[in-house]
């Protein structure tokens, strides 16, 4: 299966057969929702021209699939915003630099169960069923080609190079404002709902941490942003944590001609257990969320403590090269230029390189995030409502949002910031409280799934009123044919 961009059929080739079966999946994917096209009737009352019912902003997997949801459920004035111009949302084809997905190939979510949308049926009428067979996992590139295809399939509402740059505070039964930064400048849009499908750093952000904020800019990425490869063609990498992106960053250097690779990793023994494989199962999938706070606490800390081994694909692209340096235990405590070198300080002692790289994840901190910044310490958080045990504490835990069960926010002081209950959380922050849901292929069908009834639910609720008087005004006839029995009573 292709894994560059470049390599997708294009009309007029050779492999065209492939693009009119891909146009005949669609067709049969449009098919297949008008015979599911049940209820058919929008339900929500209008709040006013060019008030939406619900904002998304992040037009990657997990915005997309929640505005199909909604769509679905004939909640219709939906839209997506993304910063990102059309081509560049997500992190599969921006900052991935995996080869493959880490999930299995046989998992579903953008779909909600409509099987010509599935990754399966695609990638069949791309490929061929025996391409599908042989596949052992979806090359990252394929991933975002699929999901692009969804979008277009179902002609989602979407709008790119839109930032959002702060939430007017309005009062609980006022639509929310909205402020993007766009090319023409700044645009107010008005909603009764936002969610938040931010992905990995919709918590808070990639930073680059102490001690490594000392070192001049040139000499230090993260691996979320930008990296120059080519100019570390010749060059001592160095590259700190251990996870996915870390050892991807790494052998992306290595294969770029970098004189050698140094991982500098914390722990003494490299993780080898995945919990994300146990916990691709319906159960804990579907129901995690409702468990009591202590029991759900005692899942996270582990999974989260645990974390993940690198891929065997990873760790493969980096194991046999000779450049290749693998330090345990060996946490940095210290940064520093010194004679045009970058000199790490740990516990076994230093090391020299030309560049750092760093992979040690997100900082959990909703200050960082611009759209929350302002009332950040408003939002009742983990570490407000539950203490773990002596021993199960985790500060990243406790600092994510204490969700309600339809991804809502809660104020820490009642009747402070009342507006927050229309804000919905579906990122990594969630994860505390929902479990696997928002920024995971793997829990996006029972994530995405959970919000969008928790959206519906929220808005019946507060339209109920109004939904009452409408059914009392209802008075269209179904019955339109003459009875005899009235017309003998009316003739008595």
Not at 279 to 298: H, I, N, T
Not at 332 to 345: I, L, Y
């Amino acid at each position: 299966m292709p894994d560059d961009i470049s390599a997708s059929p294009q009309p007029g080739s050779e492999e065209a057969p492939f693009e009119q079966a891909l146009a005949r999946l669609a067709e049969e994917a449009r098919r297949q929702l008008e015979l599911l096209d049940y209820p058919r009737h929008p339900w929500v009352p209008s709040r006013g021209e060019g008030v939406l019912d619900v904002a998304i902003i992040g037009a990657g997997q997990t915005g997309l699939v929640t505005a199909f949801g909604l769509l679905r459920e004939r909640v219709e004035r939906v839209r997506v915003f993304d910063a990102a111009p059309k081509g560049g949302t997500g992190v599969w084809t921006t900052f991935a630099r995996m080869r493959t997905l880490r999930t299995q190939k046989h998992v579903t979510g953008p779909d909600l169960g409509i099987p010509a949308l599935t990754p399966r049926a695609y990638f069949t009428a791309r490929d061929g069923a025996a391409a599908w067979e042989a596949l052992h996992k979806i090359g990252r590139v394929d991933w975002q080609r699929y999901l692009d295809w969804v979008e277009a399939v179902l002609n989602l509402p979407v709008a790119h190079r839109h930032r959002l740059l702060r939430i007017g505070r309005t009062g609980v039964s006022e639509p929310l404002e909205l402020v993007f930064g766009t090319d023409e400048g700044e645009l107010v849009v008005r909603a009764r709902k936002l969610i938040l499908a931010t992905g990995m750093d919709g918590m808070g952000g990639w930073a680059i941490p102490a001690p490594f904020d000392a070192l001049p800019t040139g000499r230090v990425s993260h691996t979320s942003g930008p990296v120059d490869f080519a100019a570390l063609a010749g060059k001592r990498v160095l590259v700190v944590g251990a996870g996915a992106s870390a050892f991807d960053n790494l052998a992306t250097a290595l294969e770029a001609g970098a004189a050698q690779g140094i991982m500098l990793v914390r722990r003494a023994r490299m993780p080898r257990v995945n919990p994300f494989r146990w916990m691709e199962q319906s159960g804990f999938l579907g129901q995690v969320y409702a468990m009591p706070d202590a029991m759900r606490w005692r899942f996270m800390q582990h999974i989260f403590a645990l974390n993940q081994p690198p891929p065997q694909e990873s760790w493969n692209r980096v194991c046999d090269d000779p450049r290749f340096e693998l330090h345990m235990g060996s946490p940095v405590s210290g940064a520093r230029e010194e004679g045009g070198e970058v000199v790490v300080t740990t516990p076994r002692g230093e090391h020299r390189g030309d560049h750092v790289i760093i992979g040690t994840g997100t900082a959990f901190d909703l200050s960082l995030r611009p759209e929350l910044a302002p009332f950040a310490e408003q939002i009742l958080l983990w570490r407000d409502v539950y203490t773990p045990p002596a021993g199960l504490e985790f500060p990243a835990l406790g600092a994510c949002p204490y969700l309600r069960d339809d991804f809502s926010m809660r104020e820490k002081a009642p009747g402070a910031a009342p507006f927050l209950a229309h804000v919905h959380m579906i990122n990594y922050g969630s994860t505390a409280s929902m479990g696997l849901s928002g920024a995971t292929i793997s829990g996006m069908k029972y994530g995405t799934a959970r919000l969008v009834d928790g959206i519906c639910r929220r808005l019946w609720l507060e339209d109920a009123g109004q939904h009452l008087e409408s059914l009392l005004r209802y008075d269209e006839h179904e019955l339109t044919s003459e009875i005899r029995q009235e017309l003998a009573a009316v003739a008595e």
